[in-house]
């Protein structure tokens, strides 16, 4: 098992920044990427970023130049770097770790941070 905590979440006015953080604890052997998914008020959950075990990202379109995700190995925890925040970006941001590829591939959540931007 892996267990994933969020936080770093608040208020922030538009124009922000915040920096997420998820640390994992447990079973973190074969983790393939480490991802950052985002589910705002009546909204379905969506992918935001991914950061693979070669540190490749890929970002959303709506998020690209503005947040970047990066990872501490020693730490076991990998990062969200909010900039240039938007009213859009207001959700829960939920961290997710992959262990393994494809049809065998099995995913861990953590419970989510709460992320507001208003002025």
């Known amino acids: 098992q892996v267990q994933l905590v969020e936080s770093g979440g608040g208020l922030v006015q538009p124009g922000g920044s915040l920096r997420l953080s998820c640390a994992a604890s447990?079973?973190?052997?074969?983790?393939?990427?480490m991802r950052w998914h985002r589910q705002a008020p009546g909204k379905q959950r969506d992918w935001v970023a991914t950061?693979?075990?070669?540190?490749?990202?890929m970002y959303a379109d709506s998020v690209k130049g503005r947040f970047a995700i990066s990872r501490d190995n020693a730490a076991n925890t990998v990062y969200l770097q909010m900039n240039s925040l938007k009213p859009e970006d207001t959700a829960v941001y939920y961290c997710?770790?992959?262990?393994?590829?494809?049809?065998?591939?099995?995913?861990?959540w953590g419970r989510g941070t709460q992320v507001t931007v208003s002025s």
């Open positions: 447990g079973n973190i052997n074969g983790i393939s990427s």
């Open positions: 950061i693979t075990s070669s540190t490749s990202t």
């Open positions: 997710n770790f992959r262990r393994g590829f494809g049809s065998t591939a099995r995913d861990f």
